[in-house]
């Protein structure tokens, strides 16, 4: 077979090669419900910068230090790298791999009268010789095994990119959720420490009745054990605060000492309203989903190459070189070669087999994991909806509880005084005043932090660029 034929059988095979490659298909047979069962708003969805709507420029800063110095998406980071380098390495077989030599050679026979694989004798004891060579080779993909390892390599790096926005995403929402309870434990702790003062004062007027003789001995007990129990609040709401601090240190990369001092107040925070659109939109908003597609589209492209691998393979080559005894005289005798090879399986012990089994297995885990993470992304999104009419139901009653528990504890308190009341009144009101005033902080991080979760739910304003 002359040149020509070998070129053209080459141009043949490399056609024959890109149509057998063909797009997967993806399905996760799951069909999307028509709209959120919990009460969706109009309201525009989420945007990238989703933080900003909480109008806080201390969370603004804290957002921007954790983009910039989280060990987990430097981390993530690294893995995209890692998956830019290995969709080139998978790429390259599609192309012939050329190779250049130049090498020398000095070969003597140290004694005797040497044998025919000698180029020295005993007549020309040292021989030399120069040569240089070109050398393509290049496999045939037939089956599409090559652009399938490819293509999967590819889907590899938008999965690795899509896991980075997960990081991201997580990250973010982690930081934001972290400030926002160190805010409220502040503010718990600001609170535990007022009615330790009232209760103190209390306490103080007490004791002066005890030793007039107008108050008990279980009086004087009751509002000591209450003291008490507020003095432990203290102390057990400043170490949740320090818990908070250095979680949100740990997701910015830094000691907590480097934080800077908590001064803004929970209760000057927005809550955004935070349209959720319908279900259908949330396959195309969320990384996580779209990196179990993209994991998924990799899988399949692998069970084309351990099918690729059960069939014969064809590699071409062709070496272009020279050669002479004297390096001067070295591309004055150009040759070619041209080289066919076919090789088919024909006894692995089941190897190949297997190996295209384990591959359809693990498409059908990632199928399984694809629509786990659809199902998952819903529920998110519900449960965040939900969260959030729960606790806004819950606020306003609220709002009312502590307002009306000051007012019972202001005429409790100086009705004691007068002698118009008994002190158990005055427990009881306090116990309240505490309890709701404490409940409305829980509260109000309860709905920020719904706000929160229902970002990360929607993806945080993310979108798949197809």
């Known amino acids: 077979m002359n040149l020509p034929s070998r070129l053209s059988f080459l141009s043949i095979s490399l056609v024959l090669a890109a149509c057998t490659s063909t797009a997967p298909t993806l399905s996760s047979g799951l069909q999307a419900p028509a709209q959120w069962q919990g009460q969706a708003t109009s309201t525009p969805l989420p945007h990238e910068n989703w933080w900003r709507q909480f109008s806080s420029p201390a969370l603004d800063q804290l957002i921007e230090q954790a983009r910039r110095n989280s060990f987990d998406l430097a981390a993530a980071a690294a893995r995209i790298r890692q998956a830019q380098a290995s969709a080139v390495i998978a790429g390259a077989p599609l192309l012939p791999e050329l190779k250049f030599g130049l090498d020398a050679r000095r070969q003597r026979l140290l004694h005797g009268n040497g044998f025919d694989q000698l180029d020295a004798s005993s007549r020309e004891r040292t021989s030399t010789s120069f040569g240089t060579r070109l050398s393509a080779s290049y496999e045939v993909d037939f089956w599409g095994g090559k652009t399938a390892a490819r293509d999967s390599a590819l889907f590899n790096l938008d999965a690795s990119r899509f896991d980075r926005q997960t990081v991201e995403l997580t990250l973010l929402s982690g930081v934001a959720n972290s400030y926002l309870q160190s805010l409220a434990l502040r503010e718990q702790v600001h609170i535990a420490r007022l009615n330790l003062s009232n209760a103190e004062d209390v306490l103080r007027l007490v004791e002066t009745r005890y030793q007039s003789g107008s108050a008990t001995a279980l009086e004087l007990a009751q509002q000591r054990s209450l003291v008490a129990g507020q003095q432990r609040q203290v102390p057990l709401f400043e170490q949740q605060l320090q818990e908070a601090r250095i979680t949100l240190a740990t997701l910015l ?3 907590v000492q480097a934080l800077p001092a908590l001064e803004e107040s929970i209760t000057r925070l927005n809550w955004p309203q935070i349209g959720s659109g319908v279900p259908s939109e949330l396959l195309s908003r969320r990384p996580d989903i779209a990196t179990a597609e993209a994991s998924l589209a990799a899988a399949q492209a692998d069970v084309r190459v351990a099918r690729a691998a059960m069939l014969p393979s064809l590699t071409l080559g062709a070496d272009l070189g020279s050669g002479a005894d ?3 005289q070295v591309m004055r005798s150009p040759y070619y070669t041209l080289s066919a090879g076919l090789a088919a399986p024909i006894f692995n012990n089941g190897r190949l087999r297997a190996e295209r089994d384990k591959a359809r297995a693990k498409q059908d885990e990632l199928l399984e994991n694809y629509r786990s993470s659809i199902i998952n992304g819903f529920a998110d999104v519900e449960r965040a909806i939900n969260g959030i009419s729960g606790v806004d139901q819950q606020r306003q009653s609220q709002d009312e509880e502590v307002e009306q528990a000051q007012i019972a504890f202001r005429l ?15 427990l009881e009101t306090q116990r309240t005043l505490y309890q709701a005033q404490d409940q409305q902080v829980q509260l109000r991080l309860a709905r920020l932090q719904g706000s929160v979760a229902l970002y990360k739910a929607l993806g945080g304003g993310w979108q798949v660029v197809r």
Do not use: D, I, K
């Open 412 to 426: 409790s308190e100086r009705r004691y005084q007068a002698g118009a009341e008994t002190l158990l009144t005055v």
């Open 326 to 328: 004297t390096f001067a």
């Open 253 to 255: 990369g830094e000691p």
